[in-house]
């Protein structure tokens, strides 16, 4: 499969905010839900957020609620990820996912990722 493109980190002061993005130019989108997930270093990659096909259900990690927002524009084959409110802990690279099921990605090969850095 071809990997997920993201694009829109970069360097933050804490309370700032990011808008990442990921295109699945690869294929067509599927109705299974898409979402986000970072990796900080010596740490395992975590889901932070998922969103379903139509976009009226989102879930959030509880230590990023109120302070991150999934979206999806199928008809782009894009998936969005507004952070607000930057932390320092927000510091990772974030990775997308194109079907996200029981809080595990099903894809077999990841993108590059973008990197979010948060500085005090």
């Known amino acids: 499969q071809v990997p997920l493109v993201e694009s829109g980190g970069g360097v933050v002061q804490a309370g700032g905010s990011l808008r990442l993005s990921c295109v699945d130019s690869?294929?067509?989108?599927?109705?299974?839900?898409m979402g986000w997930f970072r990796q900080a270093p010596g740490k395992e990659r975590e889901l932070v957020a998922s969103?379903?096909?139509?976009?009226?259900?989102?879930n959030y990690a509880d230590s990023v609620k109120g302070r991150l927002t999934i979206s999806r524009d199928n008809a782009k084959n894009t998936v969005y990820l507004q952070m607000n409110s930057l932390k320092p802990e927000d510091t990772a690279v974030y990775y997308c996912?194109?079907?996200?099921?029981?809080?595990?990605?099903?894809?077999?090969?990841w993108g590059q990722g973008t990197q979010v850095t948060v500085s005090l």
């Open positions: 690869g294929r067509s989108s599927n109705k299974f839900p």
């Open positions: 996912c194109r079907t996200v099921l029981a809080g595990r990605c099903l894809m077999a090969y």
């Open positions: 969103i379903s096909w139509s976009g009226d259900s989102t």
